[in-house]
């Protein structure tokens, strides 16, 4: 009995280890349940509240996820945000000034409060964070009205910043709770939407309905419209419609039901009950995920960051999807978007004669734009339990099965290399074939130009076995440096 006991004990602590995420340099663990996404990046560690297991047994429970997000601020990053030292001293001052402050009930504002100036931690993102005051979301935070209250929660002292806003038909609540330990400062956030409380009700759709059979119009007035259609519209009217789209406004606390509120709180109660500080190591965290499927890990380089898309289909195996790529990259082509671009193209009527020649010439200055900055991404998807026929027929006869894949794709590449243009150009390619009855392995290494002044290599890795089957997709720029480190695994990524 003492041993089942033991045992029991033993798995129950295991169980608790592997749905935790941990970041010992950075000082912190956090109760992530194996959730279905999750995005990780050197300072950040984003996460559904729904696990992978829980998705497809119940796409309600999709409506109610919410995402977890964890940044982390060293000392010496705290210094450089708010131009003075830092410390969990220095916090816990902050702490009870502005609990005083609540207690008094007077306004947080009203004195200087260098923690709560969130948008200085949205210029600090170039350092390896990415925070949600990013320059978009910013814009819209700083038209709403936040709530600031101090208090513990699950045991710890946090300073929590809330908003509570409508966009279009979704209600969105952002909670944000400041916490300090071991002189590091962690931004502890859940973003929350409720999709039902003001989606349009089908009394309202069916009125809509109406309204549209009663509005049909004579033909005279038919062909005032579809001239009003057609007439030209400004990338100004497009850019105009498309803030509306996006618009925040302000929602009180009163006009929600309490039933939503309350799956709101326990949300963000929950990241932080989750949420373990403890004495930081010295050695940095190396950025790293890991499909099951192929039972393989790859180890990115320090400024990378991947997000994992993880799904238990009930009784059919687990799929995944990881995308990865340099964060730095990523920052500088989202810093230099042309906006006004997408707009134009927003504005340009269908009707218009040249709409495909405006819109492919727009398309390729905003590609052109994105490749300046873009040099590497990383993408894998695998599933297991595979119990496909065709697979295993694949497998049974390798060496007639070779044959042909090997026609069909060596085919299909040199008829890709003969239909090249300005927009894209498969330069050359190599090609590797390995079949046996235990798996089958499909090796393309091409280089492409695109727009003609952009060069990639792009390897392609496509494998299977009895039980699995995966592919793995590397685009690089030419010219780029890429760590061997990062290569070498990558080459391996097959059974």
């Known amino acids: 009995m003492k041993k089942i006991t033991a045992l029991a004990a033993v798995l129950v602590l295991y169980a608790a280890h592997a749905s935790a995420y941990e970041n010992s340099y950075a000082g912190y663990s956090v109760k992530d349940g194996q959730p279905y996404y999750k995005l990780e990046a050197k300072k950040v560690y984003a996460y559904t509240n729904i696990s992978s297991k829980k998705v497809y047994q119940n796409e309600e429970d999709l409506k109610n996820t919410a995402v977890n997000i964890v940044n982390y601020y060293t000392a010496e990053d705290m210094e450089q945000i708010l131009g003075e030292k830092f410390s969990t001293a220095y916090f816990d001052a902050e702490y009870e000034k502005l609990a005083l402050l609540e207690r008094s009930q007077l306004n947080p504002k009203t004195v200087p409060a260098p923690l709560l100036e969130l948008d200085k931690y949205a210029e600090h993102d170039s350092n390896g964070n990415l925070t949600i005051q990013s320059k978009v979301l910013k814009e819209k935070l700083e038209k709403l009205t936040p709530l600031i209250k101090t208090g513990k929660i699950a045991g710890k002292k946090a300073i929590t910043i809330s908003y509570l806003y409508k966009q279009g038909d979704v209600l969105v609540k952002i909670d944000t709770s400041l916490v300090s330990a071991n002189d590091r400062l962690y931004l502890l956030s859940t973003v929350n939407t409720e999709q039902d409380l003001y989606a349009p009700k089908k009394d309202e759709k069916d009125a809509d309905a109406d309204a549209d059979i009663d ?23 497009a850019k105009e419609e498309m803030e509306k789209a996006l618009e925040v406004e302000n929602v009180f606390v009163r006009d929600v039901p309490a039933e939503t509120m309350q799956r709101f709180d326990k949300a963000h109660t929950d990241l932080l009950k989750g949420f373990k500080a403890f004495t930081p190591t010295s050695t940095p965290k190396a950025i790293s995920f890991t499909d099951t499927a192929v039972g393989k890990s790859v180890q990115l380089p320090d400024d990378w960051f991947y997000g994992q898309l993880n799904l238990k289909y009930k009784d059919k195996g687990t799929f995944y999807l990881t995308l990865a790529s340099s964060m ?3 920052q500088e082509v989202a810093a230099n978007t042309d906006y006004d671009s997408v707009y134009s193209v927003l ?40 119990t496909d026929a065709e697979i295993k027929e694949l497998l049974s006869t390798p060496v007639a099965n070779r044959l042909a894949v090997e026609s069909f794709i060596s085919e299909g590449l040199q008829r890709m290399k003969g239909f090249s243009n300005e927009y894209f150009a498969l330069k050359d390619y190599k090609t590797n074939f390995d079949f046996t009855q235990e798996k089958a392995l499909i090796g393309i290494n091409a ?18 076995n009895q039980k699995a089957a995966t592919a793995m997709l590397f685009i690089k720029k030419t010219d780029a440096e890429t760590e061997k480190s990062l290569e070498q695994q990558l080459n391996e990524w097959h059974f």
Not at 447 to 461: E, G, Q, R, V
């Open 215 to 237: 509005d049909i119009d004579t033909d005279e007035e038919s062909d005032k419209n579809d001239e009003a259609k057609t007439e030209p519209k400004s990338a100004a009217y």
């Open 328 to 330: 730095k990259e990523m």
């Open 447 to 464: 280089d492409t130009d695109l727009l003609k002044d952009f060069a990639y290599n792009n390897k392609i890795l496509l494998s299977c």
């Open 347 to 386: 504005a340009i009527p269908q009707a218009d004669p040249e709409y495909q020649k405006k819109v492919t010439e727009l398309y390729s200055s905003g590609a052109r734009n994105v490749l300046q900055h873009w040099n590497h991404l990383l993408i894998t998807a695998s599933v297991d339990n595979i």
